[in-house]
């Protein structure tokens, strides 16, 4: 883009850019016109397959975190602690 000379200090060139950015389409030639639609296109198309498709679901289920095994499950006992393996002694180090 080019602006004029006092564009920048009168706020214009940051209007124009603003509009820009939050809306391109207007202020391009008719090829990118045609290049914005195509890849738009394509977008659209490659966001449906991905999200739409027969395993979406199961993904983003297989996705989300799993909950802990020993969520309110009580005290541990000695069985769970271990003890034959590892010897417990109150030094804290």
Do not use: H
Not at 17 to 28: M, V
Not at 36 to 62: G, H, P, V, Y
């Amino acid at each position: 883009m080019k602006f004029k000379k006092g564009d920048s200090q009168s706020g214009l060139a940051v209007k124009i850019l603003n509009d820009f950015a939050e809306n391109p389409f207007p202020y391009l030639d008719t090829e990118r016109k045609k290049t914005l639609r195509a890849i738009n296109t394509m977008l659209l198309r490659k966001f449906s397959e991905l999200a739409c498709d027969e395993m979406a679901q199961t993904r983003w289920q297989e996705a989300q975190p799993a909950e802990a095994d020993n969520v309110d499950v009580g005290q541990l006992t000695g069985v769970e602690l271990q003890g034959d393996l590892l010897a417990i002694s109150d030094d804290p180090f």
